[in-house]
């Protein structure tokens, strides 16, 4: 049987949230709250499903092998450093301010496909230990898009509140999104947060079902800024504290963004999403293939990572 969420936590406990910052603005703390976490998720692998569909997520603590994204977290870095984006140490991912990225690979998306697909970087994407954890969750075998979502977020960007569902609808519905932090995300650095409570806002997804950004010429973020959002909905942003070794796992229509980057000196927020789907339904043929199509057949040069680091933007 699926437990209740837990009560939310006294505002002694609460205290580390407070710095909290979203689109240049302090978030109230009575507008956060924590993540439910399922620390040791073979064990009750079977609820999972029921987790998924009660929450819109399931956080999955130590999943993934730790020293395997660190390993990936140095793969990307180095790439980055190799362009004159990262300075050295490459593992504290301070940005130099510099670019030699289209000076020495003109075909911006063929670069950041090659860093995408970094070996290191997909046996953690696209690897056993998720593939297990993506088919308990969502209770069938599944199968990983080939595109990766691979973002660099620089200091002072976060991304707006969307639905997933949106941009990969045309294939199965039965898809999720697997955020993996890159290396230890504090609350500063700029986590995912989730809007609670937001897969059950019926009237709100019945709008939204449906939309084919690429097809419809629709934007996929919300006008509204997510304190703003939070506010209206009588509800809270829920967030944490991340480690290598977490993976964050929601549904097409749990609404979410991030934090602000608000590390010191420059320092990058490294993460990834990889899309999985129940591996017998159809496929949407933009996230598949080799390359595969992506936005309006750009592939990975329609990602806002495909440009060079320090370009002023928001990270979708």
Request: aromatic share 8%; charged share 20%; hydrophobic share 45%.
């Amino acid at each position: 049987m699926i437990s209740k969420p837990p009560p939310a936590a006294d505002p002694s406990a609460q205290l580390e949230f407070d710095g909290a910052v979203i689109a240049g603005a302090q978030v109230p703390i009575e507008l956060l709250g924590r993540l439910n976490e399922t620390p040791d998720w073979r064990r009750g692998a079977a609820e999972l499903p029921a987790l998924l569909a009660r929450d819109g997520y399931v956080l999955l603590r130590g999943a993934l092998s730790r020293e395997a994204v660190l390993v990936a977290r140095r793969e990307v870095l180095l790439q980055l450093a190799a362009v004159g984006e990262i300075c050295e140490p490459v593992e504290a991912a301070v940005a130099s301010g510099l670019s030699k990225r289209a000076e020495l690979h003109p075909d911006l998306s063929a670069f950041w496909r090659t860093v995408s697909e970094s070996p290191a970087l997909r046996a953690v994407s696209h690897g056993l230990a998720l593939a297990e954890a993506s088919a308990a969750v969502l209770g069938c075998p599944t199968v990983p898009f080939d595109f990766l979502w691979l973002r660099t977020m620089a200091q002072g960007r976060s991304s707006p509140l969307h639905f997933d569902h949106v941009y990969m609808n045309r294939g199965s519905q039965r898809v999720i999104t697997a955020w993996i932090p890159l290396g230890d995300l504090p609350l500063r650095a700029g986590p995912l947060v989730v809007v609670e409570g937001s897969n059950r806002f019926d009237a709100l997804i019945a709008r939204y079902r449906g939309v084919d950004v690429d097809r419809d010429g629709l934007p996929g973020s919300f006008p509204m800024d997510a304190i703003a959002f939070a506010k209206s909905h009588k509800t809270r942003l829920l967030t944490s504290d991340f480690r290598a070794g977490d993976v964050l796992l929601f549904d097409m229509f749990t609404l979410h963004g991030s934090c602000d980057n608000c590390l010191p000196g420059g320092t990058v927020r490294l993460s990834c999403d990889v899309r999985w789907q129940a591996a017998e339904d159809s496929r949407d043929e933009r996230w598949f293939g080799h390359p595969p199509g992506g936005h309006g057949g750009l592939s990975y040069g329609g990602l806002n990572a495909a440009r060079p680091l320090g370009d002023a933007y928001l990270v979708r």
